[in-house]
């Protein structure tokens, strides 16, 4: 298998500019969680999927911030308008249902200039 | 509030020199420790879980240990390849699979 894809790899973009990440789980997996990671405030988890249904978005900073899973290998994290205080590293990560192991992408890492 | 606190931020090591990093834990419940291991440019990469005070688990030349109040990785005499930041986090109740990270301890073993 070849792990949680995740694209792009690296993203630059200017203030205001509408930002997709994108995501492909391993198969089979049923959750899918979407991390952010800054040197501040470490990994904090934006919002999780289960079978495709968002379960817990509070993490969700702001409006600005949306996800969605729209078949079980594909999930989009879109931030639109996009801040600067939003350059960060995003992880995704995927699971069995009934696993305790996560496993996460090589993130995504973005810089709104 | 739920709370991860990583010790101490920054550890450099001799190789061969045997040490261990802190994770205290101010939570309403635990429902599992998770210990994550994270290279440059890479996404974590899952070490271990705990469920209960007193649980132990050992993967090669690491170590985990779990109290009420904290859990410790011991590392015994740790190779240049050890070098990364570890990670661990809690997952606070059994109906959520939120896991709350502390911000890691940075690890460098030198030849």
């Known amino acids: 298998d070849a792990g949680v894809i995740q694209s792009p790899r690296h993203e630059v973009t200017e203030m205001g500019q509408e930002v997709t990440l994108r995501c492909k789980p391993i198969?089979?997996?049923?959750?899918l969680f979407w991390y952010r990671q800054t040197m501040m405030r470490g990994l904090e988890l934006l919002i999780y999927f289960n079978n495709n249904v968002p379960i817990d978005d509070s993490g969700m900073p702001e409006d600005r911030f949306s996800a969605k899973m729209p078949n079980a290998s594909f999930s989009t994290l879109k931030i639109q308008p996009s801040e600067p205080r939003d350059s960060a590293v995003y992880f995704c990560?995927?699971?069995?249902?009934?696993?305790?192991?996560?496993?996460f992408g090589q993130g995504t890492r973005l810089t709104v200039v | 509030e739920d709370q991860v606190t990583q010790s101490p931020e920054a550890l450099r090591l001799q190789e061969g020199e045997s040490s261990s990093l802190n994770c205290s834990y101010t939570?309403?419940?635990?429902?599992?420790l998770f210990w994550y291991r994270q290279d440059p440019g890479k996404g974590p990469e899952f070490l271990f879980t705990l469920y209960s005070a007193g649980e132990e688990k050992e993967k090669e030349r690491l170590k985990a240990t779990l109290t009420k109040k904290e859990s410790f990785l011991h590392i015994t005499a740790p190779k240049p390849e050890d070098s990364a930041t570890y990670l661990c986090a809690v997952k606070t109740s059994i109906n959520t699979d939120k896991l709350i990270f502390g911000t890691g301890t940075r690890l460098q073993v030198f030849p």
């Open positions: 939570v309403s419940g635990l429902r599992g």
């Open positions: 990560a995927s699971r069995r249902q009934k696993g305790t192991e996560a496993f």
């Open positions: 198969s089979g997996h049923d959750y």
